[in-house]
């Protein structure tokens, strides 16, 4: 076993053990508009953009919050979903100026469906601010703030 194998792609679980050689990529989606460090111009219509894949199959499906994943909506996948790759999605949104939290989630062709960090820490435990940084599929969180101001939030 190599330093990587070791220390990249074992997993400690919350009670302690390891999960070793985790090579698979679990269900994850990510909004890459708007995100960390971009700023809105002001309230109107967006296009919330991003991309999703899974190493267990095809992506099945895409939902995005606007408010910190009490209610989600299906996305529109912009690509027939291919084994093992990415696929672009999309949601149209009305940003009215006040706070809120943006959210993806993705569902892959198994049924699984992308964690909250809560559930991923209570899976495999919470072990320092890298762990499980290789295979940390937890459900990605960006404040928008009134001034328009994103940033990278855990809700």
């Known amino acids: 076993?190599?330093?990587?194998?070791?220390?990249?792609?074992?997993?400690?679980?919350?009670?302690?053990?390891?999960?070793?050689?985790?090579?698979?990529?679990?269900?994850?989606?990510?909004?890459?508009?708007?995100?960390?460090?971009m700023r809105l111009p002001g309230p109107g219509l967006y296009t919330i953009t991003g991309f999703a894949w899974s190493g267990r199959g095809r992506v099945q499906s895409v939902d995005v919050s606007i408010d910190a994943g009490k209610t989600w909506y299906p996305a529109r996948l912009e690509s027939t979903p291919e084994p093992m790759c990415t696929v672009r999605f999309s949601f149209p949104w009305r940003w009215d100026g006040t706070p809120v939290v943006l959210q993806s989630r993705?569902?892959?062709?198994?049924?699984?469906?992308?964690?909250?960090?809560?559930?991923?820490?209570a899976i495999r435990g919470d072990h320092g601010p890298a762990a499980s940084i290789y295979h940390l599929n937890a459900i990605q969180s960006w404040a928008v703030a009134q001034d328009g101001g994103v940033s990278n939030v855990h809700a």
């Open 106 to 121: 993705c569902t892959d062709e198994t049924g699984y469906l992308q964690p909250t960090l809560a559930e991923l820490v």
């Open 1 to 37: 076993m190599t330093r990587e194998e070791t220390s990249k792609y074992t997993d400690l679980m919350a009670d302690g053990r390891a999960r070793m050689f985790t090579l698979d990529m679990e269900a994850k989606s990510v909004i890459t508009f708007p995100s960390g460090d």
